[in-house]
């Protein structure tokens, strides 16, 4: 499932302000309902537009965004610095709140997401929180190109399904399974917890307008466990694993 270094990975960025703090409000609910958080340092990792994390300086002291491209759309009150690869600038043990949604299919192959994942273990505090949200690998329609079952197939067969669909030249996206995640949070020291299925409930009060979704939301836990290996976003809070020693 590795991308080939020599191939640019596209953008995939939601750049228009109402989904984008729609997502936010999420995003803060979520984290709430999670744990108390100091409000002092908060990084937006791949921030794109840039309104998730313009939506979180009305919470914290210091916000700062990275991203390898600026596609920035607001600049409000950010710290924003362009990055090349995985590399965070800033020092360790910096940050209580760290976001990284929808990013980590983007970075390139399962070494770079681990990487990744590495760096935000290093520049969080020893109390921080990290958000990460990406979507499901098995999810029956993949949400970058639109194609069934897109993301199941190895780089060869998903590559070749988006040539034949006249889409791109190459599959750039690398979403993760449930376990996928599991196991390179916790390779990466972090301690995770997943809250994929609050998150639907938040999703129908904060973000839809549609009736059927506020009333599926309401029914009992027990009723999504059937439909959980499909769900189409995994949603993890994580804090660092006390036991762990990576720095």
């Known amino acids: 499932m590795d991308i080939p270094h020599r191939q640019e990975l596209k953008p995939h960025t939601l750049l228009d302000e109402d989904s984008r703090y729609k997502k936010a409000k999420?995003?803060?609910?979520?984290?709430?309902?999670?744990?108390?958080i100091k409000n002092n340092t908060f990084l937006e990792?791949?921030?794109?537009?840039g309104f998730i994390a313009a939506y979180f300086t009305n919470f914290f002291l210091e916000v700062n965004s990275v991203d390898v491209r600026d596609q920035r759309q607001t600049q409000k009150d950010i710290r924003f610095r362009q990055i090349d690869g995985t590399k965070l600038p800033f020092p360790d043990n910096y940050f209580d709140l760290v976001v990284s949604n929808h990013v980590i299919e983007h970075v390139g192959n399962r070494e770079s997401q681990i990487e990744h994942l590495k760096?935000?273990?290093?520049?969080?505090?020893?109390?921080?929180?990290?958000?990460?949200?990406?979507?499901n690998k098995w999810r029956l329609i993949e949400p970058h190109y639109k194609l069934p079952l897109l993301s199941w197939f190895s780089s060869f067969y998903s590559d070749l399904y988006v040539r034949l669909s006249g889409k791109a030249e190459f599959y750039d996206c690398r979403p993760l399974s449930r376990s996928d995640a599991l196991a390179i949070l916790q390779s990466a020291g972090l301690n995770p917890h997943e809250v994929t299925l609050d998150a639907i409930r938040i999703y129908a009060k904060l973000e839809s307008d549609n009736r059927f979704v506020k009333i599926l939301a309401s029914l009992p836990t027990l009723c999504f466990i059937p439909f959980k290996p499909w769900i189409s976003t995994l949603i993890f809070v994580c804090r660092k694993d006390p036991r762990n020693s990576i720095q």
């Open 45 to 49: 990792v791949g921030t794109g537009s």
């Open 119 to 135: 760096e935000i273990f290093r520049v969080m505090k020893k109390e921080g929180i990290f958000y990460l949200a990406f979507p």
């Open 26 to 36: 999420k995003i803060h609910a979520i984290i709430n309902n999670f744990d108390e």
